[in-house]
């Protein structure tokens, strides 16, 4: 590989130094792609094959989620598949990372949420919560001076939805640090008690 240093390197002109070839196995003199240019063919080749395999209509896009998480598709999916293609979107079937997240809730019962999230909405200002009843939204006024305008922007994001959504609450933490620790023993539970219930119970 040629290495250029201020014009020369030792007694040799620019550009016609040569070091080992186990340091620097690129040659930029043959026709060898640099190892960037291979990882971003690569990834070009296996995006456009992802895009490519995406599903085409409803029902391949509920037969995909049910393949892919060994559930039913949340009520309102439909709703959901119609606005992706209104939008155009191009990745209908890639929810790995958002079902990564929500893995652990899936080992507990609707009322065990419901309990969890009133206590931690009610009891610590550093909470935000966002209510939806009967399709319309409010933020919980507890603790506003605290999360300044995190939620109200996330309402205001979400309220073109509202018409879809059901009667629920979301808590978010305001903080920049997670509030709570979890040792691996008891992180991995809720993962191995989802892995034990095909289905949530749903409220």
């Not at 995909?64 to 293609?85: I, M, S, T, V």
Request: charged content about 20%; proline content about 8%.
């Amino acid at each position: 590989m040629a290495v250029f240093i201020g014009g020369q390197c030792g007694d040799n002109v620019l550009g016609q130094a040569q070091w080992p070839s186990i340091l620097f196995p690129f040659s930029p003199t043959t026709n060898q792609n640099h190892p960037i240019e291979d990882l971003v063919l690569k990834s070009r080749a296996e995006f456009s094959a992802m895009v490519e395999r995406q599903s085409k209509s409803l029902a391949e896009a509920i037969q995909e989620y049910q393949r892919r998480y060994h559930r039913a598709p949340p009520p309102g999916f439909d709703l959901w598949y119609q606005k992706a293609q209104e939008a155009n979107t191009t990745l209908i079937d890639e929810y790995d990372l958002l079902m990564q997240d929500l893995e652990p809730f899936w080992g507990m019962s609707a009322q065990e949420l419901h309990s969890k999230t009133a206590m931690v909405s009610t009891n610590d200002v550093w909470i935000g919560r966002l209510s939806v009843r009967d399709h319309k939204m409010e933020v919980d006024p507890q603790g506003h001076a605290a999360y300044g305008d995190e939620v109200p922007q996330i309402m205001n994001w979400t309220k073109p939805f509202a018409e879809f959504l059901p009667n629920m609450d979301l808590v978010f933490n305001s903080l920049d640090e997670p509030r709570v620790i979890v040792s691996m023993v008891f992180s991995n539970l809720p993962y191995e008690i989802a892995q034990t219930e095909p289905d949530p119970i749903m409220a």
